[in-house]
């Protein structure tokens, strides 16, 4: 069983930058694809960003290409989400997410472990 936390979630003003993390523990992560997804309110979940397990390959979603990164860490067993130039539209609960896919995957029931979530807002 794996737990994921994530952090990093705040309010932010239009054109600023967030990064947040996802920590996890319970299982080996480096055998988990990552992903972060986030649900802004009204809305379905929706597909933000995944890495493979080593980390060698991403994908990002065309409405936050060049503005975020994913990125993990094997060794401190956490994932990243760096958020640049952040819009309104970007406000949204958080949330990270862990497959046991031996790729990383848009889709979101694929995904076998869920964080919490955290909220970012963006001011205009």
């Known amino acids: 069983q794996v737990q994921l936390v994530e952090s990093g979630g705040g309010l932010v003003q239009a054109g600023g930058s967030l990064r947040l993390s996802c920590a996890a523990s319970?299982?080996?992560?480096?055998?988990?694809?990552m992903g972060w997804f986030r649900q802004a309110p009204g809305k379905e979940r929706g597909f933000v960003a995944a890495?493979?397990?080593?980390?060698?390959?991403?994908y990002h979603a065309d409405s936050v290409k060049g503005r975020f990164t994913i990125s993990r860490d094997n060794a401190k067993h956490t994932v990243y989400l760096q958020m640049s130039s952040l819009r309104a539209e970007d406000t949204a609960v958080y949330y990270c997410?862990?497959?046991?896919?031996?790729?990383?995957?848009?889709?979101?029931?694929?995904?076998?472990?869920w964080g919490q979530g955290t909220q970012v807002t963006v001011s205009s």
């Open positions: 997410a862990a497959t046991a896919r031996s790729y990383y995957t848009t889709d979101r029931d694929e995904y076998n472990y």
């Open positions: 319970g299982g080996t992560f480096s055998s988990y694809a």
């Open positions: 890495i493979t397990r080593s980390g060698g390959r991403t």
